[in-house]
């Protein structure tokens, strides 16, 4: 069995980067919700439609029995029901995730979590199918349980970390630790020791035995937290499970032809990459008697935020497929996606953070839970980022940092945007705020100023390569933690926020103004970053571009067109989405056994992790620059008739799309691209880069051309359906320094700082906290496009406010289809617009992100870095508007409620 996945649908790839926007104000197709099978007639398609409907399990503590369709009207019961009983085994595997949780429940078990689906009804006309989803919305239907066999043992996640705290756990779990002590020269880290894998409830166990060096140095931690007591904060915070609230619920449409045995599936995705796998594994892959391939097309998402990332919304469409006769359209409703979609983690921090009299921290100490649901949908991953952040962007000479994701029968959660550094940034940001204030009696900003991690070439470690982050890493690559807290500072909302709060005070309305400030320094990229693009050249003289990535708002088809512009200075085009040339080229790398030699990933990664500016842009720049050198200016010394340019001449004269040399007639692209067709050279070049603590690195040599680049593999050919060889590498093929010393892979190594000085208004008789400014400070480099650029600073913090205020999931969602947005509360039109707003960027310095001797970049991912500090931000400004009369003035629990506040009984606190 084989996969491929074409571009996004919607798009044609000759049309403009405007296009989209076109076709959603002029009520073209564009998401997967919009599409019918009679759209697709050009592509063999039949016209017919039926529709897929999920019942799902309203119990976890009961086992499911079996359908009972007599319990419906006969008018509305389905044509075809697949159930578990339809996968035996072989060839199917029945399986949705890494964890082998079950795509359907077997009758006779209990469901792994609330909403799992026990079949999928089919029905062949719509009418009948919209009423039957309406009659199960309001009744259990045709689903049956056994009585009830189990009991919820009634633990909350305050008992959850309690225990924790103390390293006792139960269940199934996913832990991570770092321990560091960076006060000698040869301390302790992952860098320089390698990785903790658990805790046994015993002893920490690194490389299948105790560690007792790790197991002195907890409790050498745990022991300084008693001494100097007055100068230590202990922190315990809870923040709620959220859902993504994207624009477009999961839709997609679906048909198997059985002529030629390809699945055809059409539907929004952040991860076509692995879709097509991860379906073919639940059908059986060759064993199965009528799937050969899987051909998937992505539209336009509608909103991602990590909520399509691995999401089970595919499986099921493919299952419906396979068993309908004609194309299948299934398609969540909002309550739907309420019940079955990918949430974010609900978690519980309880830290501790020590400060020398002068103000400087030494030591931390950290607990983290996260409830997971059992599809372990990157749970580990989440997880592992959200222990990494835990220490926020400060330096902390000795740190004990330990999470567990506890898998429940909840329904699924997800890598939503933040990726598990929200959750613990409202810890700590909130910690450092009462320690500066209540502890210190200094300003916040100044003490996070004084403790701010610098990377290499600023930090005052005094070793030359910078501070090191949680896990011993040193920070080799730019990133603005310093400059982030000196610009805050300065800001006259800072400097005048005690004023503004008398001010209010002497109003005597009853209103509590304050202002607050948090910071955050946060990963971008996967730590293993593998990217693929490619471009080819028209006979028009424009370029096609070709991208792993999904655009889900974060404007990546115009960032790759803008890239490509910049380097050919012709229109281009992108079509993202795409793995088939991809993957044939991985295939062929693969096969060479070069990269696995050299542990280079050759995978294909989601478009999540803000990932477009810097990896994305990166490796498509280095395919425009090879494409440049190793043909292009080939081919104008042919036109020219005069071999003595050399390549430095030729590519100072390239300008706007031409070659351009004094007293010479333009050379146009358009005539460089019939030159080298006619000699048979190639117009396109795939490219590959991997990024882990640096990039990969080659050089090639085609016709007598060398050319070095940031990137491990290239190949030339004349269309994206060709199949080239790669160039083989002229001398050695030179990997990233992806380990430390210890011997294992850096967990990260890119670090993108922001900050957010929020001012609230707290008002008691009308029971509401308003947000009323918000100042965005963002290490973002040169903004690649700066209205895409405030599009994510605006996302952001309507993101972070809506998660610091408003968001809470109903005890009830995942029982049944009883969640919609009159009873999840997001912010409103006259919540977010009313806000006066700033950006201030942070100027990156001459060298870029990666500095002196490493490619220049000067673009950073920061999708998720603008929303990180917001709701911090908002709980120390509430702490400012109540006086910091106590340690009661900072909420502790998101949504922050006023009935949770210390507020006063008249006038100020």
Excluded at 14 to 35: C, H, I, M, N, P
Excluded at 192 to 212: L, V, Y
Excluded at 639 to 656: F, H, K, Q, T, V
């Amino acid at each position: 069995m084989s996969g491929d996945t074409d571009g996004v649908r919607g798009v044609d790839a000759t049309e403009d980067a405007d296009a989209v926007r076109r076709l959603k104000v002029t009520g073209g197709k564009v998401y997967a919700s919009d599409f019918r099978p009679r759209d697709l007639a050009a592509e063999g398609w039949p016209a017919e439609c039926a529709h897929a409907l999920l019942l799902r399990s309203r119990y976890v503590d009961r086992p499911f029995t079996g359908l009972d369709l007599d319990l419906l009207p006969e008018h509305l019961r389905p044509d075809t029901v697949v159930t578990a009983d339809d996968l035996p085994d072989p060839p199917y595997s029945n399986r949705v995730s890494t964890d082998q949780v079950q795509a359907l429940l077997p009758r006779g078990e209990r469901a792994d979590y609330l909403g799992q689906p026990v079949a999928v009804a089919l029905y062949g006309d719509f009418v009948r199918f919209r009423r039957s989803a309406q009659e199960l919305r309001e009744d259990p239907g045709p689903v049956v349980y056994a009585p009830p066999d189990a009991r919820d043992d009634g633990r909350t996640i305050e008992d959850e970390l309690q225990d924790w705290t103390r390293r006792r756990f139960s269940g199934t779990h996913r832990q991570t630790h770092y321990l560091l002590d960076h006060t000698t020269p040869t301390g302790y880290s992952s860098w320089n020791r390698g990785r903790i894998q658990t805790f046994d409830g015993t002893s920490f166990i690194r490389d299948g035995r105790p560690d007792t060096e790790a197991e002195d140095l907890f409790r050498a931690i745990e022991a300084q937290m008693t001494d100097g007591a007055e100068h230590v904060v202990e922190t315990t915070t809870f923040t709620q499970q959220t859902d993504p609230a994207f624009l477009e619920p999961e839709a997609g449409l679906a048909w198997l032809d059985r002529g030629t045995g390809v699945l055809h599936m059409l539907l929004g995705t952040q991860s076509p990459h692995s879709d097509v796998p991860d379906i073919l594994e639940l059908l059986g892959g060759s064993a199965h008697p009528t799937v050969r391939s899987v051909r998937l097309t992505a539209t336009e998402c509608g909103g991602g935020f990590g909520g399509r990332d691995k999401s089970p919304f595919p499986f099921y469409l493919a299952l419906a497929a396979v068993f309908s006769p004609v194309p299948v359209r299934l398609a969540y409703d909002r309550r739907e996606q309420f019940q079955g979609g990918l949430k974010r983690h609900e978690s519980a921090v309880r830290s501790w953070v020590r400060a020398t009299p002068d103000g400087r921290i030494d030591a931390m100490r950290s607990f983290i839970v996260l409830r997971g649901g059992v599809e372990a949908n990157l749970n580990g991953a989440v997880l592992g980022l959200a222990a990494l952040h835990a220490t926020g962007p400060y330096r902390v000479p000795r740190a004990s940092v330990h999470a567990i994701v506890l898998e429940r029968a909840i329904p699924p959660v997800g890598s939503m945007r933040g990726f598990g550094i929200p959750q613990v940034a409202f810890n700590v940001e909130t910690a450092l705020d009462r320690l500066a204030v209540r502890r210190l009696r200094t300003d916040p900003i100044r003490f996070r100023l004084a403790n701010a991690l610098r990377p290499r070439g600023e930090g005052d470690s005094g070793d030359g390569d910078g501070d090191v982050d949680l896990a011993g890493t040193p920070l080799r690559f730019h990133v603005a933690n310093a400059g982030v807290c000196a610009a805050a500072l300065e800001h006259p909302l800072w400097r005048e926020r005690d004023e503004a709060r008398d001010r209010a005070a002497r109003r005597g309305e009853g209103v509590l103004r304050g202002v607050g400030f948090a910071s955050c320094m946060e990963a971008y990229g996967t730590s293993q970053d593998s990217v693929y693009s490619a471009v080819r050249l028209t006979d028009d003289g424009r370029a096609e571009v070709w991208g792993q990535t999904i655009d889900m708002g974060q404007s990546a088809r115009l960032a790759l067109e803008h890239a490509a512009r910049g380097v050919l200075g012709v229109p281009a085009v992108a079509r993202l989405g795409v793995v088939g040339p991809f993957e044939r080229f991985a295939r062929r790398l693969r096969d060479r056994g070069l990269h696995a030699s050299l542990k280079i990933s050759l995978s294909h990664g989601a478009s999540s992790a803000s990932k477009t500016a810097f990896f994305h842009v990166h490796v498509l720049r280095e395919a425009c620059l090879a494409l440049l050198r190793l043909r292009l200016l080939p081919a104008a010394r042919g036109l020219l008739g005069d071999p003595g340019p050399s390549d430095e001449d030729l590519l100072a004269a390239w300008r706007e799309g031409a070659v351009r040399l004094e007293g010479r007639d333009p050379i146009p692209l358009s005539a460089l691209v019939r030159e080298l067709r006619r000699t048979g050279r190639e117009t396109y070049v795939l490219a590959h880069g991997y990024f882990c603590n640096g990039w990969s690195r080659a050089t090639f040599r085609v016709d007598g051309v060398e050319h070095t680049a940031s990137v491990d593999a290239l190949a030339l050919g004349q269309d994206p359906q060709d199949d080239p060889a790669p160039l083989e590498p002229h001398g050695p093929l030179r990997p990233p320094p992806a380990r430390g010393p210890g011997g294992t892979i850096v967990p990260r190594s890119l670090y993108a700082a922001a900050g957010h000085l929020i001012g609230v208004e707290l008002a008691p008789h009308r029971g509401t906290v308003r947000v009323t400014d918000a100042v965005t400070f963002l290490d973002a480099g040169d903004a690649l496009l700066p209205s895409a650029l405030e599009g994510q600073v605006e996302g952001g913090l309507a993101m972070g406010i809506s998660h610091a205020l408003h968001e809470e999931l109903p005890e009830e969602t995942g029982v049944g289809p009883f969640v919609n947005l009159d009873r999840y509360r997001l912010p409103r039109y006259a919540d977010i617009t009313g806000i006066r707003r700033e950006t201030v960027l942070l100027p990156l310095p001459e060298a870029g992100v990666l500095g002196p001797g490493e490619p220049v970049m000067r673009h950073k991912g920061i999708g998720e870095a603008t929303m990180t500090s917001v709701g911090p931000a908002v709980a120390n400004a509430v702490a400012h508007a109540l006086g910091h009369t106590d340690d009661r003035c900072w909420p502790t629990r998101t949504p922050i409620r006023l009935a949770d506040l210390p507020l006063p009984t008249h006038g100020r606190p």
